[in-house]
């Protein structure tokens, strides 16, 4: 930092870190990180605390109720902003602090940014051990914030105030990078919190983090455009890089003109309206006839800002004999599954490869297997219910209600369902499922209401990932920010109960019937979630809740629809060619008949993978 220059201002160090953060913005002008997140203790409240007062508005603080779950909000909001903008969060040493590494592993994986400021030790030892803290008996560095280590992109504790000179810098350059996007970890001592520095004015001048779009290499790109002329039946299977890039409009066009089939991951679900000619819907373990069978067709799959996942590759059997050409601004998840590698930023390769390609088409894409599937899916969600609904025709209800709104999901059934089912107008979907945490949905949908304001929020939720986190409706009731929960009750967890099924496994200790309990439990999620300030009801039938749907949208806090859901069957069963192979490992010895029949289904599937890395 020598080239800084001019007078200095004598400020804290906690001083310092959120002076600087408030003056961190966008290409449009807005602040990057948008606030902080923060529960106090010991560990944060006298340093970084009194500094968050003090800044007021131009960073401003919002008390969670959970460490984990508010981390969950920040992550949906930096999601729902493309990556483009994002939050901090804050909590005291020990517990508060390992509350948060979940919620680090979750933007890990989905490669989104957010800034943990975990407070720390004395970096003096003075008082040690002090409250809270973990000793290494064989490593006196060591802290609990050493946790974090694995599961951010970028980690540093700051054990003096001119650490973050460099720490700070090097923190937003991270966030701010398409390739190495994701979480950091400012571990930050207590009492260095509160230590006075001299800090170089400079420092906190305003910078502009513009993202960059890498462009391809030459011989990479040729490679490319010779690979796409030689095919016959080529794919798209569109990534979340897609939205990431902003390259939804480029993608489109590109596909359209060359007539190539585009199927959906998780997160890339909705980079594409469903209504697009070419959007053949989702790919892989939970993917749709029309694009399974597109798939296992192609002889060229052209994999754009996905990291390929092995939902999305049907665990490595979904693309039979056919070449992988992988465009990815991370040459990590370019060089998986043996592809030629295309390292560029999505929308600039796109840019390039339909320059390249001008006047090339292929033969039609099979648009009637992608009409007899939409048909197919509009027929099954809007079946009538014999008994208690099943999550396709909760789906189709949804649907019905609510055409235009953001789905959101994370874990359990609805998952699988969504990414199948839900027919999403552009950026109508917002899928947890790198990490699948179950809990994230009701924070996570609070924080991507603050990124969408203009958008209606949907939050699908089970009744078993509901009791896992649901305290952030007290804090979306507090800050009047609405959303509608649609909750799912179907007495216990309903998928992982059908995956121990369908693994040859007898039912145990996933439905509440199932389990070594001594009394049936009656829940009252109304009742619950009532008593955090949220309005919430309880929907008879579908028809019951296509109206509290609507009614929610004159609100100005949560609302809360329970809906008594069937376990089975699944929200593919009775579609014809829903579904692919996944890879979850069946005892190969000592069962019953029925595991013996699932391992020999398994030992079929296996055969077919490609363990190409």
């Known amino acids: 930092m020598s080239g800084l220059q001019g007078g200095t201002v004598r400020l804290t160090a906690a001083q310092a870190m959120v002076r600087w953060l408030s003056v961190q913005m966008t290409e449009e002008g807005e602040r990057f990180i948008d606030g902080v997140w923060a529960i106090f203790g010991h560990g944060n409240v006298a340093g970084l605390g009194e500094a968050l007062h003090g800044i007021g508005d131009a960073l401003p603080t919002w008390r969670g109720q959970n460490e984990q779950s508010m981390a969950h909000a920040a992550i949906a909001f930096a999601k729902g902003h493309g990556r483009r903008r994002a939050q901090a969060v804050t909590a005291s040493i020990g517990p508060g602090s390992t509350n948060m590494v979940t919620a680090a592993a979750?933007?890990?994986?989905?490669?989104?940014?957010?800034?943990?400021?975990?407070?720390?030790?004395?970096?003096?030892?003075?008082?040690?051990?002090?409250?809270?803290?973990?000793?290494?008996?064989?490593?006196?560095?060591?802290?609990?914030?050493?946790?974090?280590?694995?599961?951010?992109?970028y980690f540093d504790r700051i054990t003096r105030p001119e650490h973050l000179l460099s720490a700070l810098p090097r923190a937003m350059r991270v966030m701010a990078d398409p390739a190495e996007c994701g979480p950091v970890c400012l571990a930050f001592c207590q009492d260095v919190q509160a230590e006075a520095y001299d800090w170089p004015e400079a420092f906190f001048a305003p910078r502009v983090w513009r993202i960059r779009r890498p462009a391809p290499d030459a011989g990479e790109l040729a490679e490319a455009v010779a690979m796409i002329r030689a095919a016959r039946a080529p794919i798209i299977v569109c990534g979340g890089g897609v939205i990431h890039s902003g390259a939804e409009a480029v993608l489109g066009a590109f596909a359209g003109r060359l007539n190539i089939p585009v199927i959906e991951t998780q997160a890339g679900k909705s980079a594409l309206a469903q209504a697009h000619p070419m959007n053949f819907g989702a790919a892989g373990v939970d993917g749709s006839a029309a694009a399974n069978a597109a798939a296992q067709a192609a002889d060229l799959v052209i994999a754009v800002g996905t990291r390929l996942q092995d939902f999305t590759t049907g665990s490595r059997t979904l693309f039979p004999g056919a070449r992988l050409l992988a465009v990815n601004v991370q040459?990590?998840?370019?060089?998986?599954?043996?592809?030629?590698?295309?390292?560029?930023?999505?929308?600039?390769?796109?840019?390039?490869?339909?320059?390249a390609l001008e006047g090339l088409r292929f033969e039609a894409a099979d648009s009637g297997a992608r009409a007899a599937w939409l048909a197919a899916v509009e027929a099954h969600c809007n079946t009538a219910p014999e008994g208690l609904p099943t999550d396709a025709q909760v789906i189709g209800a949804v649907q019905r209600a609510a055409p235009d709104g953001i789905a959101l999901c994370a874990a359990g059934t609805m998952p699988g369902a969504l990414k199948l089912l839900w027919r999403a107008s552009q950026h109508g979907y917002h899928m947890e499922y790198g990490y699948s945490c179950m809990g994230y949905e009701v924070a996570g949908a609070m924080g991507l209401k603050l990124a969408r304001p203009d958008r209606e929020v949907l939050c699908f939720v089970g009744d078993g990932s509901y009791m896992m986190a649901n305290s952030e409706l007290a804090t979306a009731v507090m800050r009047r920010i609405p959303f509608t929960v649609i909750l799912t009750d179907n007495r216990g967890y309903g998928c992982i109960n059908r995956l121990q099924a369908h693994s040859g496994?007898?039912?145990?200790?996933?439905?509440?019937?199932?389990?070594?309990?001594?009394?049936?439990?009656?829940?009252?999620?109304?009742?619950?979630?009532?008593?955090?300030?949220?309005?919430?009801?309880?929907?008879?039938?579908?028809?019951?809740?296509?109206?509290?749907?609507?009614?929610?949208?004159?609100?100005?806090?949560?609302?809360?629809?329970?809906?008594?859901?069937?376990?089975?069957?699944?929200?593919?069963?009775?579609?014809?060619?829903?579904?692919?192979?996944?890879?979850?490992?069946?005892?190969?010895?000592?069962?019953p008949e029925r595991l013996e029949q699932a391992y020999a289904r398994y030992i079929e599937h296996v055969a077919r993978q490609n363990v190409i890395n």
């Open 106 to 153: 979750l933007a890990h994986v989905n490669r989104l940014p957010v800034l943990f400021i975990a407070g720390d030790v004395f970096a003096t030892r003075r008082p040690d051990p002090v409250l809270q803290q973990v000793e290494g008996f064989g490593d006196g560095t060591v802290s609990a914030n050493d946790c974090f280590r694995p599961v951010v992109r």
């Open 505 to 591: 496994g007898a039912p145990f200790n996933n439905m509440y019937v199932d389990c070594r309990i001594e009394a049936q439990p009656v829940i009252d999620y109304v009742a619950h979630a009532a008593s955090m300030g949220a309005h919430a009801v309880k929907a008879a039938d579908l028809a019951a809740l296509e109206a509290e749907i609507a009614a929610a949208r004159g609100r100005d806090i949560p609302t809360i629809i329970v809906i008594e859901t069937t376990a089975r069957p699944g929200p593919g069963d009775g579609l014809e060619g829903a579904g692919h192979f996944w890879d979850v490992a069946v005892p190969a010895v000592g069962g």
């Open 331 to 355: 040459a990590y998840d370019a060089g998986k599954h043996g592809a030629a590698m295309l390292v560029a930023d999505a929308r600039v390769a796109l840019e390039a490869l339909g320059a």
